[in-house]
């Protein structure tokens, strides 16, 4: 299906992303455009101004602090970040990348839009709640840092307002991570997937179970299944699997990605 009419705007600056951002309430930022293209195409949105992130060198890169601190810019795609040497030092972040979708998406998709669209079976939110990351948001009132496991606050919604910007991902330093999925086919949309990190202790991030990553904490991989039944879940039941097929998912990969994350 052909697009409906939208304004397009390639601002020079962050600043000026954000002005026309909250000059106009119908304005949405475009990155990738692997969500939001494809969602103005079925008309489930229909914004009037695309603002277009590509030309923005301030929200690409990525940055390895000498304490093991990764900075990412939210424009960086996942091609960048499977084939870069700085963001080896996380090696999950490639790993997962490696697995989403095909090398067309691969190359456009951004981690930035793969956080904000917040569709609940993205690969990227469960991840950055499990590891920790710490996501910078940018508006006319300035920035604040809002830890990923409180980023996420529904379906497609995060604490990124209309007239705001992720700006900046930052990683603690960390090697002990675990990712598991069950997806649709080869390199298909996940029906079930965990996200684990032991710091400590060891955190685990379920997705594909609720409209948001359910963090849960356990002492062991041992107890990841007992963790995961008491945290109760509702999932929703779809063509793909059952409610109680996916709970049943959510239990295996939560063990198979807590194993990886503490061998
Ligand atoms: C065929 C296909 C298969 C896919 N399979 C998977 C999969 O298996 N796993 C997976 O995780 N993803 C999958 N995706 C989604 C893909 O990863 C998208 O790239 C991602 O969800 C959105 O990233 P984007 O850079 O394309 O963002 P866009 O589509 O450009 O934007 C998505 C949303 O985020 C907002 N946004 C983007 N950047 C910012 C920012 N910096 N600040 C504020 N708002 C912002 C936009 O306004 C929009 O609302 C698939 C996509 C396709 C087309």
């Known amino acids: ?38 969602v103005m195409k079925a008309r489930a949105a229909s914004p009037d101004v695309l603002v277009d992130l590509n030309g923005l060198d301030d929200l690409k890169g ?15 795609t996942y091609t960048e970040l499977i084939e870069s040497a700085e963001a080896r030092a996380r090696p999950i972040l490639g790993e997962v990348c490696a697995q989403i979708a095909d090398v067309q998406v691969r190359n456009r998709g951004t981690i930035g839009g793969n956080l904000c669209s917040n569709d609940p079976t993205n690969h990227l939110p469960p991840l950055m709640a499990a590891i920790g990351a710490q996501l910078t948001i ?10 990923a496991a409180d980023f996420f606050l529904g379906v ?5 307002a209309q ?39 060891l955190r685990i991030a379920l997705g594909c179970v609720d409209a948001v990553p359910v963090v849960i904490e356990a002492d062991s991989a041992d107890d990841v299944r007992e963790a995961v039944r008491a945290a109760k879940l509702d999932p929703p039941g779809d063509v793909h699997a059952s409610s109680a097929y996916r ?12 194993r990886q994350a503490t061998r």
């Not at 497609?156 to 990124?160: G, I, N, P």
């Not at 999925?181 to 400590?200: E, Q, Y």
């Open 163 to 201: 007239d705001e910007l992720l700006t900046k991902i930052t990683i603690p330093a960390g090697k002990r991570d675990g990712f598991a999925a069950v997806t649709l086919g080869v390199d298909g949309t996940c029906i079930a997937n965990a996200a684990a990190s032991m710091n400590g202790s």
């Open 1 to 38: 299906m052909l697009l409906r009419e939208v304004e397009y705007v390639k601002p020079s600056s962050v600043a000026d992303a954000l002005t026309t951002l909250a000059g106009n309430d119908g304005a949405r930022a475009l990155a990738g455009g692997q969500t939001l293209i494809n």
């Open 138 to 147: 940018t508006g006319a009132g300035g920035e604040r840092t809002v830890p």
């Open 156 to 160: 497609y919604m995060t604490a990124v």
């Open 247 to 258: 709970a049943h998912l959510a239990e295996v990969l939560a063990e198979r990605a807590a």
């Open 62 to 76: 990525i940055e390895l602090g000498a304490d093991g601190t990764l900075t990412i810019g939210p424009m960086t």
